[in-house]
Structure formats: C-alpha cells, structure tokens
C-alpha cells in the first residue's frame, strides 16, 4: 500500500467506527481510542475489535508516552525564586520555604534580607510577604500546617515530609498524595520512594515508576536521574542516556558525571555530549548571582 492511500485510510478509520463501520455525525459521536489511530461508536465495538487492535493499540500508547517522557523540560519543577526571579538551585538545602506564604526563597535572597534587618535593627521578616518570622519550629509548623488545610501544594507535601521523618508513613503518604492532586510535583517522587521501598504502603513497582515518570515530566531532575539508572542497570542504555542528557541539561551534576561515562563507553555521540554538557554550563550560571556566592561565603566562614 502505497503512503498516501495509506494516509487516506487512516482518514477513514479516524471518520468510521473500527469495529462496525458506522460513519460520525451530529447523531453519532466517535470516541477516540487511547493511541488515537481509530474511534469507535460505543464500549461495545471496542471490546470486539480488541484481540484484532490491542498489539498495534499498545505500541503507539507507549510511543505516545515516550514522546511526552522525553521532553525537555522548560525548568525544573522548583521553578524561579520570586525576588531574584532566577532559576532555583536543585539542591534545595540552597532554598528555605516560608511558613508565611509558601514562597522557596533562594538563600541570596534570604542573606540580603538578613543583612538589611541587621544593619536597620528592623525584627526578621519573610524577604517575600513581610510577615514577621515565628519565633519556634513549633509556630512554624503551625503556620505551614494553617497553610496546609487550606490546600497549598507546597504546605501540604512539607508536612508529608514532616510525617515521614517522625515515622508517620501513613500520614506521610496521605499527605503526598493530596500534593499531587494539587499539583506538587516533587510528591510525585515523594510517593515514587514510598512504592519502591515499600514503606507505608506495599511495594508496588507500576506505582513507583507512574509517580517517578510523573516527577520526571514536571522537571524533577532527580527522579529523571533516577529512570536513567534505572534503564541503566537493565540494559535499556538508549533509554538511560536519554534521561541522562535531559538531566544534565537541568544542570544537574550527577547525570553529567553519568553521562560522561556513557560517553567513554560510545554510548553518545561527541556532538550529543558536547550539547549537554554547554547546556548543563548554561543552566548552572543561570543559578549564580553575588547575593547567591556571599551567602555562600558568608556560611562557609560561620562553620
């Protein structure tokens, strides 16, 4: 068959039911099929043409994903610091969460703001919203879990996180799970850990990777370093270096020592390589300001 009367009957079972020919019209509405090759007129000509479709149905469901899988991210999921407006590190030892406002505030930020309370004698205040600090971890976890029952995404998952190091797993987990339906996407690997440790919940290896992948597309770049260990170690290595050059990209420093050793194996092309590595340059400069590198200092000198 020739590719355009190909085309032309794949137009035809886009406009036709696969399984009884029906045409669509305003009376008939055609229901697309998951791999989006055929419709059908109702739940019953999809099962009968099932055994005849499934094989080709799963295939293109599987590219379908792996188009969207291996995207490359516009950010990573922790996004800009709202003052700085520059890209957060990965390393989110780097960024502290207000209790306030649920803002992650870049430590630059967070010295500048320090130095001018300091050098005005003013009380320490949130750099974002001016709320007056809490005076304990205990008002703060008040003040986040206040944030938390009123659905914040990023008060919901710290508290998860709170439970989980406390040995609440359960709690944990419930938590977790009400941040992805928010839209947190670091819960995503949050739970990712739980179904592959099992902890909490029973291990489930469909769940880890569903919540691992999910992490992944929203730009988490350890969870994507971690798929590509993951293709590592069982010899899906293009797969594994394809995560690798999403997460170098990132900048993130792990999938660019990875990488590195794909690219000694002949896993990569010099070309491809020399790309990830000038973007994982690119991205990291990106994170860098003088209020970032004096906290830095400023740190490294009170140690």
């Not at 630059?108 to 001016?130: D, M, V």
């Not at 179904?195 to 880890?208: E, L, P, R, T």
């Amino acid at each position: 068959m020739s590719a355009a009367a190909k085309e032309e009957n794949d137009d035809d079972m886009l406009l036709c039911c696969a399984s009884c020919g029906v045409a669509g019209d305003d009376h008939t509405k055609l229901k697309k099929c998951a791999c989006e090759l055929v419709r059908y007129c109702g739940v019953k000509c999809q099962r009968d043409h099932r055994p005849q479709h499934k094989k080709e149905c799963k295939k293109r469901v599987a590219e379908l994903r792996d188009e969207i899988l291996f995207k490359q991210p516009e950010s990573s999921c922790h996004g800009d610091c709202p003052i700085c407006c520059l890209p957060l590190e990965i390393d989110l030892e780097k960024s502290t969460l207000m209790s306030c406002c649920s803002k992650l505030i870049c430590t630059g930020c967070i010295y500048a703001n320090q130095k001018r309370e300091y050098e005005g004698k003013l009380q320490h205040s949130c750099p974002f919203c001016r709320h007056l600090a809490p005076k304990s971890h205990r008002e703060r976890e008040m003040m986040l879990t206040k944030r938390a029952q009123a659905n914040d995404a990023k008060a919901v998952n710290q508290v998860g996180r709170w439970r989980y190091e406390r040995g609440d797993l359960s709690g944990a987990f419930e938590f977790w799970t009400k941040a992805v339906e928010l839209g947190d996407i670091n819960a995503h690997y949050e739970l990712a850990k739980l179904y592959h440790f099992g902890q909490g919940v029973q291990k489930d290896a469909k769940k880890q990777m569903h919540h691992l992948e999910q992490a992944a597309i929203g730009g988490d770049p350890v969870a994507r370093h971690n798929l590509g260990s993951q293709a590592m170690r069982s010899g899906r290595y293009e797969r594994a270096v394809k995560h690798y050059i999403i997460a170098t990209k990132m900048g993130f420093d792990e999938s660019r020592d990875d990488l590195t050793r794909c690219f000694g194996l002949g896993l990569i092309s010099k070309d491809e390589f020399a790309i990830a590595i000038r973007a994982h340059q690119a991205a990291v400069e990106e994170t860098k300001s003088p209020q970032r590198d004096a906290a830095a200092k400023y740190k490294w000198e009170e140690l």
